[in-house]
Antibody, heavy 121, light 107 residues
């Protein structure tokens, strides 16, 4: 059974940093590109960032480019999102999502349960 | 960036109704369109990919179709567990973009 478990969310002050993790199981993690998608309170879904299976390619939404860094450790079956220079607009539930196919972009098939990031003083 | 315009933003329907949600892409995306269902406080669930293919385990009451840059999600007979918010998403190119969502409520 595919499982994606996010962690690392919490309360952070504006201008601060946070690193999210997504631990995967139930599939060959190193064979699949992965993504982060976020959802601000009461709002819709927003794609944040994606990374190829071997981390050779990374992709970012304009809203986070230069502030967020996506990475992965295939030996640990873990996806990361390093978030710097956080603002109130980054407050959201952050989901990791797996691509169904081994190329990118492709369709999502599995999502984690999400981790809440709150940026506030 | 490709804009995804979803309509309506909300609808009220009764159990047993046939429900249709539309999503329009601002440019051609071939069949690279997915639909998701999200219930309050829960993660999105993948329903349909490639405009009309059902994800494994998704009941056949859900169906998708395409006409040019217009895409449709249909629920053939609405059941209590189907009341949720539905999103479309294009994966033709980065940045991936979502529609604004359609909240399906009980009439």
């Amino acid at each position: 059974e595919v499982q994606l478990l996010e962690s690392g969310g919490g309360l952070v002050q504006p201008g601060g940093s946070l690193r999210l993790s997504c631990t995967a199981s139930g599939f060959t993690f190193g064979s699949y590109p992965m993504n982060w998608v976020r959802q601000a309170p009461g709002k819709g879904l927003e794609w944040v960032s994606g990374i190829s299976s071997r981390a050779s390619n990374t992709y970012y939404a304009d809203s986070v480019k230069g502030r967020f860094t996506i990475s992965r450790d295939n030996s640990k079956n873990t996806l990361y999102l390093q978030m710097n220079s956080l603002t109130a607009e980054d407050t959201a539930v952050y989901y990791c999502a797996k691509y169904r196919e081994r190329w990118e972009p492709s369709e999502f098939d599995y999502w984690g349960q999400g981790t809440l990031v709150t940026v506030s003083s | 960036d490709i804009q995804m315009t979803q309509s309506p933003s909300s609808l009220s329907a009764s159990v047993g109704d046939r429900v249709t949600i539309t999503c329009r892409a601002s440019q051609g995306i071939s069949n690279y369109l997915a639909w998701f269902q999200q219930k309050p406080g829960k993660a999105p669930k993948s329903l349909i990919y490639a405009a009309s293919s059902l994800q494994s385990g998704v009941p056949s009451k859900f169906s998708g179709s395409r006409s040019g840059t217009d895409f449709t999600l249909t629920i053939s007979s609405l059941q209590p567990e189907d009341f949720a918010t539905y999103y479309c998403q294009q994966y033709n190119s980065y940045p991936l973009t979502f529609g604004g969502g359609t909240k399906v409520e009980i009439k």
